[in-house]
């Protein structure tokens, strides 16, 4: 998606000199950081003096270790864990009970996530939180989708957002800006123009919306807001002094910038210790570079001394003693061992283990400690987000009043609906089916429900209606006979003195 500065403001409406400032500080930081995530900034030179002029600058970070790119694909793909079929699943919340209703309420969510494949859209989700700060997610009524919803990640440099300052999960208002070309203008409103390059200009706030195309308004797009809100959701991956949140970036750029240097110097001291500068002290007159290279397998060939106390042949081999301190590979690993740490990731969580961790199940979560807390912040932010968009699908789907999914989509409205993420550890599947059948094997009342046990177990709810089908067909009742059959009692005959 391409992106490009507005000519004007104005066309945003009578935007504020502060709230512009404030617009153009983000998307330089932006700029910012995916400079670095995208490895542009291994393009870039030393720095030379004035006056000097060379055509053969070499790169200033020459090796392009890119710890912001691997750590923020870390951290995304923690959210959502250990996950199987959906990456993110919904269920009524613990103090509700279920009903029919919440069911189809759960089934009509996963629905819209499947039919807007929110397994990708969710990790782009998570990226956009980890290198930006946050994610921006625009909801709206689309009929030839199941589920009738459409889910839509928004590009933040094309976003122009206005918080309410009471309750920074609204947005009071909304200008979003989309690139396209003549031929998708043509196809999607029916406008002819002259220009490769048209910008569409998307307004939202609780009372009216409006698309201009070109600077033109389209009345077909445009009109009264019929859910008085903006139908976009705002994730921040952590939220402390700014509307936009918190980005991890800013938090490896500086260790990125200094590892990438310490590696190079390292490489140039190998080159320079594999390369030597050669000098000598009243050598053979041939001594030279050319005679005497140095390489693989090359060898010299220093003379031969005449006289009968002449010493004995022998030959040595040219040594570098130290080419590189032993202290300065302890630095590079302290930067990178602080890198991940500053980011919450340990390094048992890239397979770098001490033994530590295969100790016992305990320690490894008490390792992993970080990661966990970490990720479970995270998902405290995600799912306040998930929660706010299904709030607006209930009302988009209230609104629209589609046979089949209206009296489910109630319960979007009154919030017993919630996400539920997979673990954020594997946990091994003998531990998990133990604990079911010690749950299940309590008496007089099991102490765990069957739906219950199925989520534990990743069969998911409809494996209760096929046992619940499977039981009522008889068929269970006939493997029991045939595993457990019933003792013959062998037949008694009378005789003279039973009678």
């Known amino acids: 998606?391409?992106?490009?500065?507005?000519?004007?403001?104005?066309?945003?409406?009578?935007?504020?000199?502060?709230?512009?400032?404030?617009?153009?500080?983000?998307?330089?930081?932006?700029?910012?950081?995916?400079?670095?995530?995208?490895?542009?900034?291994?393009?870039?030179?030393?720095?030379?003096?004035?006056?000097?002029?060379?055509?053969?600058?070499?790169?200033?970070?020459?090796?392009?270790?890119?710890?912001?790119?691997?750590?923020?694909?870390?951290?995304?793909?923690?959210?959502?864990?250990?996950?199987?079929?959906?990456?993110?699943?919904?269920?009524?919340?613990?103090?509700?009970?279920?009903?029919?209703?919440?069911?189809?309420?759960?089934?009509?969510?996963?629905?819209?996530?499947?039919?807007?494949?929110?397994?990708?859209?969710?990790?782009?989700?998570?990226?956009?939180?980890?290198?930006?700060?946050?994610?921006?997610?625009?909801?709206?009524?689309?009929?030839?989708?199941?589920?009738?919803?459409?889910?839509?990640?928004?590009?933040?440099?094309?976003?122009?957002?206005?918080?309410?300052?009471?309750?920074?999960?609204?947005?009071?208002?909304?200008?979003?800006?989309?690139v396209m070309t003549k031929e998708q203008v043509k196809a999607k409103y029916g406008i002819s123009t002259d220009k490769e390059i048209v910008e569409r200009v998307e307004y939202w706030n609780p009372r009216r919306y409006e698309n201009r195309v070109d600077g033109k308004r389209i009345d077909a797009y445009s009109g009264v807001n019929p859910w008085s809100v903006v139908p976009i959701v705002y994730i921040p991956r952590l939220r402390s002094n700014a509307w936009w949140g918190d980005a991890l970036t800013p938090d490896l750029m500086a260790v990125q910038d200094e590892l990438n240097m310490r590696v190079a110097d390292l490489g140039e001291s190998l080159n320079y210790n594999s390369h030597p500068t050669r000098w000598g002290v009243n050598m053979p007159h041939k001594f030279n570079v050319t005679n005497f290279e140095i390489g693989p397998g090359a060898m010299w060939d220093l003379g031969k001394a005449i006289g009968a106390q002449s010493p004995l042949p022998q030959v040595g081999i040219l040594e570098i003693k130290n080419p590189i301190p032993e202290r300065a590979l302890d630095f590079l690993k302290f930067l990178y061992d602080w890198s991940t740490t500053s980011s919450f990731i340990p390094p048992i969580a890239f397979g770098k283990d001490d033994g530590g961790g295969q100790r016992s199940g305990r320690t490894l979560e008490i390792r992993m400690w970080p990661l966990i807390r970490t990720t479970r912040r995270s998902r405290a932010y995600m799912a306040a987000g998930f929660q706010r968009m299904l709030y607006i699908i209930g009302l988009i789907l209230q609104q629209k009043k589609i046979a089949g999914v209206q009296h489910s989509s109630l319960r979007f409205l009154d919030g017993s609906i919630v996400p539920s993420f997979w673990p954020m550890m594997p946990k091994d599947q003998a531990a998990i089916v133990d604990q079911v059948v010690k749950l299940m094997s309590i008496e007089p009342v099991p102490a765990v429900s069957l739906a219950t046990a199925h989520k534990w177990l990743g069969l998911g709810p409809a494996e209760q209606t096929r046992i619940e089908d499977f039981v009522a067909s008889g068929t269970y009742d006939r493997l029991l006979e045939r595993q457990n059959p019933k003792p013959v009692t062998p037949a008694t005959s009378k005789t003279s003195g039973d009678e």
């Open 1 to 178: 998606m391409a992106i490009f500065e507005f000519p004007e403001y104005s066309d945003l409406g009578g935007i504020s000199a502060a709230q512009r400032d404030t617009w153009e500080g983000e998307k330089a930081l932006r700029a910012k950081y995916r400079h670095y995530y995208s490895g542009d900034i291994f393009n870039e030179k030393v720095p030379l003096e004035a006056g000097i002029d060379s055509t053969d600058i070499p790169p200033l970070y020459p090796v392009g270790l890119n710890l912001v790119k691997m750590l923020c694909i870390a951290q995304a793909e923690a959210l959502f864990g250990e996950w199987d079929e959906e990456i993110v699943r919904f269920c009524i919340r613990q103090d509700s009970a279920e009903d029919p209703v919440a069911a189809g309420a759960i089934e009509l969510a996963s629905t819209i996530l499947q039919s807007n494949n929110f397994n990708a859209q969710g990790y782009e989700i998570s990226l956009d939180r980890e290198l930006y700060g946050g994610a921006a997610i625009k909801i709206g009524p689309e009929l030839s989708l199941p589920g009738y919803i459409r889910l839509g990640r928004v590009n933040l440099d094309n976003f122009y957002p206005v918080w309410d300052p009471d309750r920074p999960e609204v947005l009071l208002e909304c200008w979003i800006k989309t």
